[in-house]
């Protein structure tokens, strides 16, 4: 269950105003205790009240008076550059209260006129609106226009940005069509031979292709010779005797 916020106002009540300031008063020196031994600081409390015939120290007078001279060795600029008083602190939070209400009424006045102007748009006349009224209905609608065009420019750039992605896309799938096979020429495996015998190997590889007994067959690029029938002489000598002594 969150805490009851408790507003900071001088309490009338006397009995009230004595039991707070017990209460308040043991759960400071309580801070003050836990902040010098979790920090390790030099720190000291010093309450005076009408409640009380001296004023409660903490640690103790001792300390209280060690810490109280560290400070006044410190130059004067260093004193009085973290010090609040009373005043000071009201002020402070005068200044944040007036700084959050200014805010909250700008606001407000912005969505007051967008109301304006959203009646405006069903047909609502504006006789009753002074100059002022119309000066701030005339912001909210150029803020409004300008939103409008900022939005419209980002869905151009967006359509801009997709309709290039098609085209890249397009180019890509057409780029990546099947083309028509290409005639594949059959791998001719050279066994190392040297040219003689490459030319007696084209000549064989001629002679079984052929159909005829006898055929003229082109050797090298000037020479024919013609190839006698096994069958009219066996014994012929059938491989040129350049090539095969």
């Known amino acids: 269950m969150t805490r009851k916020k408790v507003k900071l106002a001088f309490i009338t009540n006397d009995s009230a105003r004595k039991a707070t300031f017990k209460k308040r008063k043991k759960g400071l020196m309580k801070k003050v205790s836990e902040l010098s031994t979790l920090c390790g600081i030099e720190a000291c409390a010093i309450i ?6 001296s004023p409660e120290v903490w640690p103790n007078t ?8 560290e400070f006044k060795r410190m130059p004067e600029m260093e004193q009085s550059k973290k010090m609040v ?13 007036s700084e959050q209400l200014k805010k909250q009424s700008k606001e407000n006045r912005e ?23 119309l000066n701030d209905l005339g912001w909210v609608i150029d803020q409004n226009l300008k939103e409008v065009y900022k939005r419209i420019e980002a869905v151009k750039k967006g359509a801009s940005t997709s309709s290039s992605s098609s ?3 397009a180019a890509a799938a057409a780029s990546q069509a099947v083309a028509p096979p290409m005639e594949q020429k059959p791998a001719v495996v050279e066994l190392g031979l040297d040219p003689m015998q490459r030319t007696q190997t084209e000549w064989f590889t001629d002679w079984m292709n052929s159909n005829t007994s006898d055929q003229h067959i082109g050797y090298g690029h000037a020479d024919e010779m013609i190839l006698p029938n096994f069958n009219d002489n066996h ?4 491989w040129p005797n350049n090539f095969y002594p």
């Open 48 to 53: 005076y009240s009408p409640y009380d015939t």
């Open 111 to 133: 969505k007051e006129m967008t109301e304006v102007m959203y009646q405006g748009l069903t047909g609502k006349g504006l006789q009753n609106l002074n100059l002022g009224d």
């Open 235 to 238: 014994n012929a000598n059938v």
């Open 85 to 97: 008083n009373q005043e000071s602190f009201i002020r402070q939070r005068i200044a944040k209260a």
């Open 167 to 169: 085209a890249a896309a």
């Open 62 to 69: 001792m300390g209280a008076q060690r810490v109280l001279a």
